[in-house]
């Protein structure tokens, strides 16, 4: 029995399939058949379409607070340090 590649979707499909779910005209099962995709990724697509639809519309922008900034200065003096 030989496996079937790994299938990497574009960014479009993932959008097509997702929107499809959210109209809900057809269910899980069939939009799988449909778009040859697992049921439970179609459901993971739709949620990351929930949660990003309000970014679509001007939401603000999420700063992650962990990542500090970055000083682009700062960095090139101590790599000249290193050099030397």
Do not use: C, Y
Not at 15 to 38: C, N, P, R, S
Not at 66 to 71: A, G, I, L, W
Not at 74 to 84: D, P, S, V
């Amino acid at each position: 029995m030989t496996r079937r590649p790994r299938r990497n979707h574009t960014p479009v499909f993932k959008a097509k399939v997702a929107l499809a779910a959210i109209k809900g005209e057809k269910t899980l099962a069939e939009l799988a058949q449909q778009f040859d995709a697992q049921a439970n990724q179609i459901t993971q697509w739709r949620s990351q379409l929930l949660e990003g639809a309000a970014d679509v519309f001007g939401g603000e922008a999420r700063s992650d607070p962990s990542v500090p900034t970055v000083d682009v200065k700062t960095l090139h003096a101590k790599i000249g340090q290193l050099t030397l």
